[in-house]
C-alpha cells in the first residue's frame, strides 16, 4: 500500500481529550458492573460507550481530512520525506 501525502499533522484536539474521558469512564463503571452486578452500572458503561462511539466517529473524520486532496487544495505535503529507496542490490 502506498504512503498517503498527508496535508497537515496531526494534533491532540478537544474531540481526542473527550475519547480518553470517554474510555476511562467506560472502564470504570464496567469494572463496577463486573466487581458488583447493577444495573445502573450497566447502564452508565452502556451510556458512556454509546458516546464514545460517536465521539470516535467525529474524530475518524478529523483524521480522513489531514490527507484527503479535497479538503486540502493549494497544500503543500508535510511528508513527502518518506520516498520509496532503491532496493537494487548490483
Known sequence: M???KMYRLPVES???LQ???LYNEYILQFNKCMADPSRIS???ARKALIKL???AGARAIELLE???PTKNVGRQPV???HKKKDT???
Open 2 to 4: 502506498p504512503i498517503r
Open 14 to 16: 478537544s474531540r481526542h
Open 19 to 21: 475519547i480518553q474521558h
Open 42 to 44: 450497566a447502564q452508565r
Open 53 to 55: 462511539k460517536k465521539a
Open 66 to 68: 489531514l490527507y484527503a
Open 79 to 81: 511528508n513527502m520525506d
Open 88 to 90: 537494487d542490490v548490483s
